[in-house]
Nanobody, 123 residues
Framework: QVQLVESGGGLVQAGGSLRLSCAASGRTFSSYAMGWFRQAPGKERAFVAT????????NYADSVKGRFTISRDNAKNTVYLQMNSLKPEDTAIYYC????????????????WGQGTQVTVSS
């Protein structure tokens, strides 16, 4: 069982930056692949980024590639999402998620979810 708690969301102007954090409970964090997803009003939850167990491999949605960076610190049981050059279309609730062993861009593949953190980008 893994419990996830996101933080770091807020209101930022276009072109600005935010860093999201997701703290995980439990002693087996390093055996979970992690992902960030987002859900904008009226839209389905969508893939943003994933990271492997060791952090050696990452994957990004085309819409955020080159602007967002996912990373993890297994000693701190935390995964991060650094978001730069933010755009109004990045406005959404951002969720972190965990699944055993292998990352996936599919929402349905994840077993554990945080409660989400709101990111609002003003133009």
């Amino acid at each position: 069982q893994v419990q996830l708690v996101e933080s770091g969301g807020g209101l930022v102007q276009a072109g600005g930056s935010l860093r999201l954090s997701c703290a995980a409970s439990g002693r087996t964090f390093s055996s979970y692949a992690m992902g960030w997803f987002r859900q904008a009003p009226g839209k389905e939850r969508a893939f943003v980024a994933t990271i492997t167990l060791s952090g050696g491999n990452t994957n990004y949605a085309d819409s955020v590639k080159g602007r967002f960076t996912i990373s993890r610190d297994n000693a701190k049981n935390t995964v991060y999402l650094q978001m730069n050059s933010l755009k109004p279309e990045d406005t959404a609730i951002y969720y972190c998620a965990a699944r055993r062993w292998y990352p996936s861009p599919s929402v349905s593949a994840y077993d554990y979810w945080g409660q989400g953190t709101q990111v609002t980008v003003s133009s």
